[in-house]
T-cell receptor, first 115, second 110 residues
């Protein structure tokens, strides 16, 4: 149980384009999903918390107009990187919270490369 | 400044040796989780510890939660190359968010 999928796994785009990443909880409902960014050999950096049916809560320093989050249903959250630039290239990972102790179950991640 | 200090940052050992990773904080956590992440993949939950002083075993992995619920350790006995990965501790300090340590990169040489 507690399987989270992410799509796409890799994306390469040109500077200025927008990229949408989907995160799905496959076998459970997730009222809360989290979006992280990870740089090589570093830990996870929380970008925002996505709540079903309400606006996302962004961490300090994360531009909400740059990283649009939509949590349309209890099993789907999307992250759209708008007008992507090379500095947005990174590994983006989503997770879904469940269980009694706030355990998070992670998707496999999306490698974004902006040329 | 990270809420959870993880040490060491890097660990390279020979197959068959033992290793310990530490996770320390000045904050009290309601629970603490350990994850392992392989390159290009998302972290995978290994264990959740909840009670102060708790010890959990998962095959060759032993996890301990400090009595005061401020620190934790992960001990691997007779490490194997398959144990190679980035180990992350994460604490829930009575918030819906997790605070992650910086991670420990473990390399087990055959």
């Amino acid at each position: 149980g507690a399987v989270v999928s992410q799509h796409p796994s890799r994306v390469i785009c040109k500077s200025g384009t927008s990229v949408k990443i989907e995160c799905r909880s496959l076998d459970f409902q997730a009222t809360t999903m989290f979006w992280y960014r990870q740089f090589p050999k570093q830990s996870l950096m929380l970008m925002a918390t996505s709540n079903e049916g309400s606006k996302a809560t962004y961490e300090q320093g994360v531009e909400k107009d740059k990283f649009l989050i939509n949590h349309a249903s209890l099993t789907l959250s999307t992250l759209t990187v708008t007008s992507a630039h090379p500095e947005d290239s990174s590994f983006y990972i989503c997770s879904a919270g469940t269980g009694s102790y706030n355990e998070q179950f992670f998707g496999p991640g999306t490698r974004l490369t902006v040329l | 400044t990270q809420l959870l200090e993880q040490s060491p940052q890097f660990l390279s050992i020979q197959e068959g040796e033992n290793l310990t990773v530490y996770c320390n904080s000045s904050s009290v956590f309601s629970s603490l989780q350990w994850y392992r992440q392989e390159p290009g993949e998302g972290p995978v939950l290994l264990v959740t510890v909840v009670t102060g002083g708790e010890v959990k075993k998962l095959k060759r992995l032993t996890f301990q939660f400090g009595d005061a619920r401020k620190d934790s350790s992960l001990h691997i006995t007779a490490a194997q190359p398959g144990d190679t990965g980035l180990y992350l501790c994460a604490g829930d300090n009575y918030d819906y968010k997790l605070s992650f340590g910086a991670g420990t990169t473990v390399t087990v040489r055959a």
